[in-house]
């Protein structure tokens, strides 16, 4: 490719000195938003096609500019373009080649437009794609919880409150809640799709244009669902792009609690569950380690992604409205918090799958700590007919006659119980075993084993 003659930016008839050469390079986008090549191209075609319908250039001229972006097209996709600092953004770099392919007119596409809405429209049609990327990843994600879920339907674990066990509850309900976090974070991306929908080309710089374009027609071609109302707001607006880092952020944050929880029960003093050798790594002194630096790697991630969100409110906050050289680096937190959350869905789906839980040592947990005292509790209230705060005293008497004999409530004699309140019963005992606990619980939420069948249906039903 020969180097334009004209090695200058657009603006140079209007200084006098050529700009510091430390700013061009600490200044140039090139190496971020050349990523959104094909959205500009694509943006430029449907803007020259517009204009040649509005009469604003000959159809000779439409064809020309389209003919060069397409070439320009197929020059980056081969890996033949050359992208020069010089030209500072991926825009300038694609006019410029395509003032050396077609010559002058290469400067009318150019025509009712500034790079204000144009590289809005480029990282709007870009977010729009990668959102869709993003559901499906998490749609795959919600997948594989409902299958493990499927499988661990009756697998008993102590559930926590403080990290202490609290109540008895199945497995299967606490992968099931995780779906509801993931269930929330495609809805949070789907509301999202509003604002990334508007269509911002043609409102130029801040005040619109005076040639008559169609901004119907350029928003219907390049798939939006409506133009935006106003050039100020357009311009000044990145309350998209903070959705778009927030959602992905609130994203972050699920696998970050969720991988936490698990490297919580892949320890030994845990040992709820194990992961397979493809998710472990070694020590380099200590042979027997099996590290979980996948869920490590999950876990920290999420500061990554909360940078660039604070970043971003931080830099927006202080901008009067309109267009400032401080939004340049949005596109560099859109980018770099995609590529993250992408590659954490895609690490999360073979956590899920790799995933081995250790039954037996999570129902023997389970059975620890007098997790169903409420069970005992609740069964004082239905069969004596007293107060819940009666009850509680009871049971709270109970719990500790049990925990100054060592024994856990299953194996506290009616005689012993008897002691404590004369009216306890056989029948309120049967009630506090850990299963019944968990069968018990059949208010809609709850953990009961036939609650969670009738979820899974409903999951089942809900993503086809």
Partial sequence: MRKNKNNQTVWSTRTKKKLSSKFIKAGSSIDVDKRLYKEDIAGSIAHVQMLQKQKI??????DKIIWGLKRIKNEIDKKKFNFEKSKEDIHMNIESRLHELIGEDAGLLHTARSRNDQVLTDLKIWMKSSVKELDGLLLKVIKNLILISEKNIKTILPG??????????SLAHYFLSCVEMFKRDRKRFENSFDNLNENPLGVCAIAGTSFNIDRLYTTKKLKFEKPTNNSIDTVSDRDFVLDFLYNISVCSMHISRISEELIIWNSDQYNFIQLKDNLVTGSSIMPQKKNPDTLEFLRGKSGTTYGSLISMLTIVKGLPLSYFKDLQDDKEFVFKSFDTIKNCLIIFNEVILGIVPMKDKMLVSASKGYTTATDLA?????????T??????ITAKVVNYAEKSKLEFEKLSLDEMKKIDSRITKKILDNIKVKNSIKSKKSYGGTSFENIKKMIKIYKKGIK
Avoid at 160 to 169: D, E, G, M, R, Y
Avoid at 388 to 393: G, I, L, S
Wanted: proline content about 3%; cysteine-free; hydrophobic content about 40%.
């Fill in 57 to 62: 250039i000959s159809l000779k001229t439409k």
């Fill in 378 to 386: 609740d069964n004082l209230v239905r069969h004596l007919n007293i």
């Fill in 388 to 393: 819940f705060r009666d009850a509680y005293k």
């Fill in 160 to 169: 926590f409150t403080h990290l202490k066990n609290a109540q008895p509850i």
